[in-house]
């Protein structure tokens, strides 16, 4: 597993580690770098892995996909391409690939099932994102069909949260950007806080362990009869305003929020269809509620000093 580091990668790691697993490879970006085939192709030679959890990537919020369109696919294309050629190469036994909610449909029926993939046009603020990732998973769904069997998987989960998200408010996604913001807006004792949009687009948060034990669930599991890709949802969602409010609670701020209607929304709603995952005895286990408390409070011992 390279890139250990990260938000899901190291609820992986924890996860693997807490469950006795001893041949656990990691690698930090300076040690392989993922756009250079030559590298990938011989890490996959010398580390022989058996098991493969796709978890790098770049991501950011709104903000970052129109900034930095070309980057997000150039970087995300060209990690998921040498790492699926390498793996396919090896002869691994499984990887999981991560896809993303936002590769559906802008307008789209909820929760949203699997096969509603490509049936509808993509929310342009994370367009390039978007199209980068449905490269991968397609990338799987094409190994799988030529070669036949399920050694790969791609995954569907929604809004990723927890320890070790990047909570930096110009490339975050919203939560972990909430938090930056509401909390440095109670130590500066700011009166007033401007948030993008109307407030009213729901989201689902799933936290990073729920990730890392459905992807455990996976490795464990016979999913040649499974149909691929699949969604990881928490099972419920909350607006956008419910989530400041709540999170403004849980830090201690006082002061007034202020929605801005001249920034854009983003899709008005993304719920996933967790069903298939339900069918082979995974559900989430995490409340929001509880997740957001244990996410602050990593952040308050690890990030604090950033303000």
């Known amino acids: 597993m390279a890139g250990h580091t990260g938000l899901i990668g190291s609820a992986c790691l924890r996860r693997l580690k807490r469950e006795g697993f001893n041949h656990i490879i990691t690698l930090a970006r300076d040690q392989l770098d993922l756009q250079s085939a030559v590298c990938v192709e011989r890490f996959f030679k010398e580390a022989r892995p058996e098991y493969v959890l796709l978890a790098a990537g ?85 190994y799988n069909k030529q070669e036949g069997g399920s050694r790969f998987v791609p995954v569907i989960p929604n809004s990723v949260y927890g320890p070790n998200d990047n909570f930096d408010p110009k490339s975050a996604h919203v939560l972990s950007a909430l938090i930056f913001r509401f909390h440095a807006a109670k130590v500066h004792g700011t009166d007033s806080l401007s948030l993008w949009g109307s407030g009213s687009p729901r989201r689902e948060f799933v936290h990073a362990d729920d990730i890392a034990d459905a992807c455990l669930h996976l490795l464990r599991q016979d999913t040649s009869k499974l149909e691929f890709p699949i969604n990881i949802g928490a099972g419920s969602d909350i607006s956008i305003k419910d989530l400041a409010a709540t999170i403004a609670k849980l830090v201690g701020y006082k002061g007034s929020i202020n929605w801005d209607q001249t920034k854009p929304d983003g899709a008005p709603r993304k719920f996933l269809d967790n069903s298939r995952m339900n069918t082979i005895g995974w559900s989430a286990k995490i409340p929001l509620n509880e997740g957001l408390k244990q996410t602050y409070k990593w952040y308050l011992e690890n990030q604090y000093e950033a303000i």
């Open 58 to 142: 770049r991501v950011g919020g709104i903000v970052e996909n129109q900034k930095y369109p070309a980057d997000f696919v150039e970087e995300n294309i060209a990690i998921q391409l040498n790492v699926l050629r390498a793996a396919r190469q090896a002869s691994i036994k499984k990887l999981i690939l991560f896809g993303s909610s936002c590769m559906y449909p802008r307008e789209c029926s909820q929760p949203m099932a699997e096969d509603l993939l490509l049936s509808g046009h993509l929310e342009p603020t994370s367009l390039h994102y978007a199209i980068s990732k449905l490269v991968g998973v397609y990338m799987c769904l094409a």
